[in-house]
């Protein structure tokens, strides 16, 4: 099993551009969540999703979308790129409330 | 106030001492995560606690409901122990929501 996969690893963006990154799970886990963590801070959550078809907002959701059509994918959509946006990304899964499992990171720098 | 902190901060030991890693939350909890961030960033999620004890080979992490407070200890320390340790909370009511602290930053010293 890959667990939590994510794309990509680095991304430098300008102001404005927009983006996707890419999360994917094989753990058939029904539970799912994004996370930024800037430097010196606790990570954030930004979005999650209990299933398919189901998504809610997290503690910092201002500029980004989710969507989560397959139990397997949860990408995390940012329109508009700003500076302030510029952090690691990590997405991560749990079967329901357990433990949970996290992707590698992806590094975007918004300029 | 944060509703989860961590102390220290910043910790070196030398190899083979016995580390403490502390944990203060503000709020009523349904569990406390302990996490593991590597140098090269990559998160592993070491225990999942909601009362006691749980030991996972030369790792303990200990919980006190009533005090609001969770401790990871290491006994025998290692270099390889070196790495950031993050402590997470999930409230009463926000489900798998997880709040952060901000982490400890472990170095242990050949």
């Known amino acids: 099993n890959a667990g939590v996969t994510q794309t990509p690893k680095f991304r430098i963006l300008k102001i404005g551009q927009s983006m996707t990154l890419q999360c994917t799970q094989d753990?058939?886990?029904?539970?799912m969540y994004w996370y930024r963590q800037d430097p010196g801070m606790g990570l954030k959550l930004i979005y999650y999703?209990?299933?398919?078809?189901?998504?809610d907002k997290g503690e910092v959701p201002n500029g980004y979308n989710v969507s989560r059509s397959t139990t397997e994918d949860f990408p995390l959509r940012l329109e508009l790129a700003a500076p302030s946006q510029t952090s690691v990304y990590f997405c991560a899964s749990s079967y329901s409330e357990g433990t949970q499992y996290f992707g590698p990171g992806t590094r975007l720098t918004v300029l | 106030k944060n509703e989860v902190e961590q102390s220290p901060q910043n910790l070196t030991a030398q190899e083979g001492e016995f580390i403490t890693i502390n944990c203060s939350y503000s709020?009523?909890?349904?569990?406390l995560h302990w996490l593991q961030q590597h140098p090269g960033g990559g998160i592993v999620s070491l225990f999942m606690l909601s009362s006691g004890k749980k030991k996972h080979g030369r790792l303990i992490a200990t919980i006190n409901i009533q005090e609001k407070h969770s401790s990871l200890h290491i006994t025998a320390s290692h270099p390889r122990d070196s790495a950031v340790y993050i402590c997470a909370v999930s409230g009463e009511t926000s489900g798998s929501r997880l709040t952060f602290g901000e982490g400890t930053q472990l170095t242990v010293n050949p």
């Open positions: 709020v009523g909890i349904s569990a």
């Open positions: 999703s209990v299933g398919a078809g189901i998504t």
């Open positions: 753990m058939n886990h029904n539970y």
